[in-house]
């Protein structure tokens, strides 16, 4: 078996950071499917994959939240917890090659963590391997549906659209902005520890709402 790994919501202000992994013994299912980076799928696309996928290979899912992300920072950097992360998804499969979208700059030194974190097993960690291996891009339609679903969730529990989570959303950043103004907080599910949560929660703490 050979397995690849890849994350959805690595840059987001809000919702949870993601990290699946999908195992096979052959990827010529996955071709058939017709995978390819999540991000280049349409959404209902993706759903149609998602459940082709696990029906047909092994799969893990890991998930930390937003406030986990804030608490590890201090003492992690996000590689680092993304290490963590991808070594969790991945650690029980019996796998002998494993293939990551790799989340650093230097990708033979990420791929050297991450094997020795699973025991010395070969890792191939590659920029833009959700483009070249099939088995990542089936991992990251998995991270990327489980993901947006979590936020669609989320959502419904402000009852009022949070958009996608992303700091380039202008919905997300509109929504924790008004929050912060109206709470002078950030809104549950906010990573804290990102700057622009960080720019807006210390305008509030110095400045009456009529100062926006």
Same mark, same amino acid.
Request: hydrophobic residues 40%; aromatic residues 6%.
């Given at each position: 078996?050979?397995?690849?790994?890849?994350?959805?919501?690595?840059?987001?202000?809000?919702?949870?950071?993601?990290?699946?992994?999908?195992?096979?013994?052959?990827?010529?299912?996955?071709?058939?499917?017709?995978?390819?980076?999540?991000?280049?799928?349409?959404?209902?696309?993706?759903?149609?994959?998602?459940? %082709?996928?696990?029906?047909?290979?092994?799969?893990?899912? +890991? !998930?930390?939240?937003? =406030?986990?992300? &804030?608490?590890?920072? @201090?003492?992690?950097?996000?590689?680092?917890?993304?290490?963590?992360?991808?070594?969790?998804?991945?650690?029980?499969?019996?796998?002998?090659?494993?293939?990551?979208?790799?989340?650093?700059?230097?990708?033979?030194?990420?791929?050297? %963590?991450?094997?020795?974190?699973?025991?010395?097993?070969? +890792? !191939?960690?590659?920029? =833009?391997?959700? &483009?070249?291996?099939? @088995?990542?891009?089936?991992?990251?339609?998995?991270?990327?549906?489980?993901?947006?679903?979590?936020?669609?969730?989320?959502?419904?529990?402000?009852?009022?659209?949070?958009?996608?989570?992303?700091?380039?959303?202008?919905?997300?950043?509109?929504?924790?902005?008004?929050?912060?103004?109206?709470?002078?907080?950030?809104?549950?599910?906010?990573?804290?520890?990102?700057?622009?949560?960080?720019?807006?929660?210390?305008?509030?703490?110095?400045?009456?709402?009529?100062?926006?």
């Amino acid at each position: 078996m050979f397995c690849g790994i890849d994350e959805a919501g690595r840059g987001s202000v809000m919702g949870p950071l993601v990290v699946a992994s999908v195992g096979v013994e052959d990827d010529d299912i996955l071709k058939k499917i017709g995978v390819k980076d999540s991000k280049k799928l349409a959404p209902k696309v993706r759903e149609r994959m998602y459940e %082709e996928i696990v029906a047909c290979a092994k799969y893990n899912i +890991v !998930i930390i939240s937003a =406030k986990e992300i &804030d608490q590890r920072r @201090v003492k992690e950097t996000l590689n680092e917890i993304e290490a963590d992360m991808f070594a969790q998804s991945v650690r029980e499969m019996k796998a002998n090659r494993i293939y990551a979208d790799c989340p650093d700059v230097n990708e033979s030194a990420f791929s050297t %963590e991450l094997s020795v974190m699973l025991g010395n097993r070969t +890792v !191939i960690a590659k920029h =833009k391997a959700d &483009d070249t291996y099939p @088995v990542v891009s089936a991992a990251s339609i998995i991270a990327k549906v489980t993901r947006d679903r979590m936020v669609a969730e989320i959502s419904k529990e402000f009852g009022k659209e949070i958009g996608s989570g992303y700091p380039s959303d202008t919905v997300t950043m509109n929504f924790i902005e008004k929050w912060i103004k109206e709470k002078g907080c950030a809104p549950p599910y906010t990573r804290c520890s990102w700057e622009p949560v960080r720019k807006m929660l210390t305008i509030s703490s110095n400045s009456k709402i009529t100062d926006w």
